[in-house]
């Protein structure tokens, strides 16, 4: 089995900072792309932002310039460094990683459960 696991979500100021990780753990050979998705209530989960496992990211415009994605791969894990949130930020974040398992030729996606962030006087 092959878990991912985010923590670091929570009630936030306008103009303030949070920092989101995500620890992926179980049976697991390789980690190629790990990335960071949210959903807004009424709304379809959006790309937030990505990272190869070279260390190559891709953004959403919206986030450009005030989040920053890393990973540590020896921890198997991936952050979030948002800046500058706004109240438009808030949603419910979901860590994903494309993730392949000793026991299979092919990796496959695998979603956390989400990490909610509040932008909010």
């Known amino acids: 089995q092959v878990q991912l696991l985010e923590s670091g979500g929570g009630l936030v100021q306008p103009g303030g900072s949070l920092r989101l990780s995500c620890a992926a753990s179980?049976?697991?050979?390789?980690?190629?792309?790990m990335g960071w998705y949210r959903q807004a209530p009424g709304n379809e989960r959006e790309l937030v932002a990505t990272?190869?496992?070279?260390?190559?990211?891709n953004y959403a415009d919206s986030v450009n310039g005030r989040f920053t994605i890393s990973r540590d791969n020896a921890k198997n894990t991936v952050y979030l460094q948002m800046s500058s949130l706004k109240p438009e930020d808030t949603a419910v974040y979901y860590c994903?990683?494309?993730?392949?398992?000793?026991?299979?030729?092919?990796?496959?996606?695998?979603w956390g459960k989400g990490t909610p962030v509040t932008v909010s006087t």
């Open positions: 179980g049976s697991i050979f390789s980690i190629n792309a």
């Open positions: 994903n990683a494309h993730i392949r398992r000793p026991d299979t030729y092919y990796g496959r996606n695998y």
């Open positions: 990272i190869t496992s070279g260390g190559s990211t």
